[in-house]
Nanobody, 126 residues
Framework: QVQLVESGGGLVQAGGSLRLSCAASGRTFSSYAMGWFRQAPGKEREFVAAINRNGDSTRYADSVKGRFTISRDNAKNTVSLQMNSLKPEDTAVYYC???????????????????WGQGTQVTVSS
């Protein structure tokens, strides 16, 4: 069982930055690929970024590539999402998620993830 708790959301002006963090419980955090997803009102949940268990491979949605950076600290059981050059269309609830041990193929699909956090709101004003 993995419990995930996000933090760091808030209100920011367009062009600004935010850093989201996700704290994970459990001793086997380094076994899981981790991902960030987001869901805007009236829209489906969409993939944002993912990082493999070692932290040496990442994936990004085209919409955030070059602006967002995902990272992890396995010693602290945390995964972060640094968001720069934010746009109003980045407004959404952001979710942290963990995939089963060893999984990486298809990591951009929400169905590949087993554990989810409660989400944190990010609002970007124009």
């Amino acid at each position: 069982q993995v419990q995930l708790v996000e933090s760091g959301g808030g209100l920011v002006q367009a062009g600004g930055s935010l850093r989201l963090s996700c704290a994970a419980s459990g001793r086997t955090f380094s076994s899981y690929a981790m991902g960030w997803f987001r869901q805007a009102p009236g829209k489906e949940r969409e993939f944002v970024a993912a990082i493999n268990r070692n932290g040496d491979s990442t994936r990004y949605a085209d919409s955030v590539k070059g602006r967002f950076t995902i990272s992890r600290d396995n010693a602290k059981n945390t995964v972060s999402l640094q968001m720069n050059s934010l746009k109003p269309e980045d407004t959404a609830v952001y979710y942290c998620a963990a995939a089963p041990p060893g999984l990486w193929v298809g990591i951009t699909l929400s169905t590949r993830y087993t554990w989810w956090g409660q989400g944190t709101q990010v609002t970007v004003s124009s």
